[in-house]
């Protein structure tokens, strides 16, 4: 029988830290339920890897911003000209 288990990531060990992943999988064993969340990570590395989402905008450093360049736009070089 599967039970819900609730996997929460957190990076260090303070209590008050907010989770870098939180996942509710249903799974029969502790192994089981690790084993969903991680093939659940990797996926949505794979997708980050692969490109943007449909209607998810670019984040830019604060280098590109101080530069007065956080647009990109396709064609361009560096210059910013066509």
């Given amino acids: ?44 590395e794979a997708r980050t890897r692969a490109g943007l989402d449909d209607g998810q905008e670019e984040v830019f450093s604060q280098a590109e911003a101080a530069k007065g360049r956080p647009e990109h736009h396709s064609g361009e070089n560096d210059t910013g000209r066509a």
Avoid: F, K
């Avoid at 260090?12 to 659940?40: F, H, I, K």
């Fill in 1 to 44: 029988m599967a039970t819900t288990w609730v996997i929460e990531i957190r990076l260090g060990e303070r209590p008050d830290a907010a989770p870098l992943r939180r996942a509710v999988v249903d799974a029969r064993s502790e192994a089981e339920a690790l084993r969903l969340v991680l093939g659940q990570a990797e996926a949505d």
